[in-house]
């Protein structure tokens, strides 16, 4: 295929056009239910595969033989998912999290025997998010569905006296793997 303008203009037509960054919606599977809420930003690693080397005998080192696959976005050991909410004037969303965060370890803290299959089984285990992204008619053409989700982080808030701009605060969730539909 040649790299002509007009091998792109058929390529892109081909597919529809191309997605837009702020044609999405965000679907939480909370534990209270389904909730579509809206979102300012929504921002996830990659997907990379782990390798080890094989070190078998011979030239060189080996292969590097793939074994794992990693979400972890940044450079980081675990997975992120990062979105921005609005705050609403009754804090319906933000509220929504901290009841959601609070289930999962009760009281903000860990002591003595502890188990974690009961918040897990019961909070975690059905929880998702789903990122629809839309296009220009508000057709859903992608979903990505982040499975056992759940929030591990809310941002601290800032609100300012001095700006006009409006109220957020970001969520980080982890996840145990997602898949493009």
Same mark, same amino acid.
């Given at each position: 295929?040649?790299?002509?303008?007009?091998?792109?203009?058929?390529?892109?037509?081909?597919?529809?056009?191309?997605?837009?960054?702020?044609?999405?919606?965000?679907?939480?599977?909370?534990?209270?239910?389904?909730?579509?809420?809206?979102?300012?930003?929504?921002?996830?690693?990659?997907?990379?595969?782990?390798?080890?080397?094989?070190?078998?005998?011979?030239?060189?080192?080996?292969?590097?033989?793939?074994? &794992?696959?990693?979400?972890?976005?940044? /450079? %980081?050991? $675990?997975? !992120?998912?990062?979105?921005?909410? =609005?705050?609403?004037?009754?804090?319906?969303?933000?509220?929504?999290?901290?009841?959601? &965060?609070?289930?999962?370890?009760?009281? /903000? %803290?860990? $002591?003595? !025997?502890?188990?974690?299959?009961? =918040?897990?089984?019961?909070?975690?285990?059905?929880?998702?998010?789903?990122?629809?992204?839309?296009?220009?008619?508000?057709?859903?053409?992608?979903?990505?569905?982040?499975?056992?989700?759940?929030?591990?982080?809310?941002?601290?808030?800032?609100?300012?006296?001095?700006?006009?701009?409006?109220?957020?605060?970001?969520?980080?969730?982890?996840?145990?793997?997602?898949?493009?539909?």
């Amino acid at each position: 295929m040649s790299n002509s303008i007009n091998d792109l203009k058929v390529l892109v037509d081909a597919a529809g056009g191309i997605q837009r960054q702020n044609r999405f919606n965000v679907v939480l599977n909370t534990p209270d239910g389904i909730n579509t809420i809206p979102a300012i930003r929504v921002s996830f690693g990659g997907r990379q595969l782990d390798t080890i080397a094989d070190k078998l005998p011979g030239p060189g080192h080996g292969r590097n033989v793939p074994f &794992m696959q990693n979400y972890s976005s940044y /450079g %980081s050991n $675990s997975s !992120n998912l990062v979105i921005r909410f =609005p705050i609403e004037q009754n804090w319906k969303t933000y509220k929504l999290l901290e009841t959601w &965060m609070n289930l999962i370890v009760q009281d /903000g %803290s860990i $002591s003595g !025997n502890v188990s974690f299959a009961r =918040p897990y089984d019961d909070v975690i285990r059905d929880g998702f998010v789903k990122v629809e992204c839309l296009d220009m008619n508000g057709i859903i053409k992608t979903t990505f569905t982040f499975r056992e989700a759940y929030p591990i982080k809310l941002q601290p808030i800032e609100l300012s006296a001095d700006t006009g701009e409006f109220a957020t605060f970001d969520v980080f969730y982890n996840f145990r793997n997602y898949e493009a539909i």
